[in-house]
């Protein structure tokens, strides 16, 4: 069954693809029926029964992905049920609170059910680590951003929970900002060399320089560059680096970051850290589909 109007309608308020999210949940349903069929559930409910089901937090923690589990119930139930959200993507939620309601044929919830709990609980954990590390350097002017550092298939949904956890996506594709790395630069004869070639095939992107040292920092920002990467430098020397920069351009802390020396890294007076581990560590969190009644 195709997406509906109002489905699609929310995936697109939350700046994702409704054609590629149609296309992901297919994807990922058709793990859980090759055959087509829901052996359990089909042996189990009477065909045409209804019920009603609660998803409910097993945890505290920052809701992402709502508009996912309407999609999944589109394409198994086609429409056929009745979804009542009581909190939205990035809401602070607490244990035992009800995030969603839904009726509709008992058969197509329990066949939707883990689908659809894998994107919500995946997506919420990402959304809840990132509040974490938000929460962390409130105050300051740094903002926590994630990486390319994401499940394949999945990165748009991932910087999605990012953003529903408070941060901001760094790039989402190798094409649509550049990053001159040390191996970059080492290829092009120099950072100076390695800039002018991508400002010279890219003239209207941001262009990001990694630097190794606050003299490296210096050197990209004389070369042009809009962002600095200061990658594992010590607390001190990025406090350093921000000085002989002066604002000339972004800062963003990279590496050796952790949720204990967050906000230390913060008040160094950077623009951004860096968090590769918003995608690629974080933990579930825990949400349950519990049927209250059927008819």
């Not at 409130?138 to 951003?145: H, L, N, P």
């Not at 050197?219 to 001190?236: C, I, K, M, T, Y």
Request: contains cysteine; hydrophobic residues 50%; negative net charge.
């Amino acid at each position: 069954m195709p997406l509906g109007a109002a489905t699609a309608a929310h995936l697109q308020a939350a700046g994702l693809d409704p054609a590629a999210v149609e296309a992901l949940v297919a994807r990922a349903l058709a793990e859980d029926l090759p055959d087509g069929i829901d052996v359990t559930t089909v042996s189990t409910v009477p065909e045409g029964q209804q019920a009603t089901a609660d998803l409910v937090a097993r945890g505290d923690g920052i809701v992402a992905g709502l508009p996912l589990v309407e999609a999944v119930l589109d394409i198994v139930v086609g429409g056929s049920q009745h979804v009542a959200a009581h909190v939205a993507d990035g809401d602070r939620v607490q244990h035992g609170g009800v995030l969603m309601t839904v009726t509709g044929p008992a058969r197509g919830l329990l066949t939707a059910e883990r689908t659809a709990l894998n994107l919500l609980c995946h997506l919420s954990g990402i959304a809840t680590l990132t509040r974490r590390w938000v929460d962390a350097v409130e105050g300051t002017k740094a903002r926590i951003r994630d990486t390319r550092k994401t499940t394949p298939g999945l990165r748009a949904l991932e910087k999605y929970a990012v953003r529903c956890g408070g941060g901001v996506n760094h790039r989402m594709s190798l094409s649509d900002a550049a990053m001159v790395k040390d191996n970059h630069a080492l290829a092009a004869g120099g950072v100076a060399a390695a800039f002018r070639a991508v400002r010279a095939a890219a003239p209207d992107i941001d262009i990001e320089v990694e630097a190794d040292s606050v003299e490296d920092a210096v050197a990209a920002v004389e070369a042009g560059a809009d962002l600095v990467l200061l990658d594992n430098l010590p607390v001190e020397e990025m406090r350093r680096a921000v000085v002989a920069v002066a604002g000339r351009a972004r800062l963003e802390a990279s590496g050796g970051l952790r949720l204990d020396n967050a906000r230390a890294v913060a008040e160094t007076g950077v623009d951004f850290l860096s968090v590769g581990a918003l995608t690629h560590s974080a933990p579930v969190l825990d949400i349950a589909c519990d049927f209250r009644e059927t008819t």
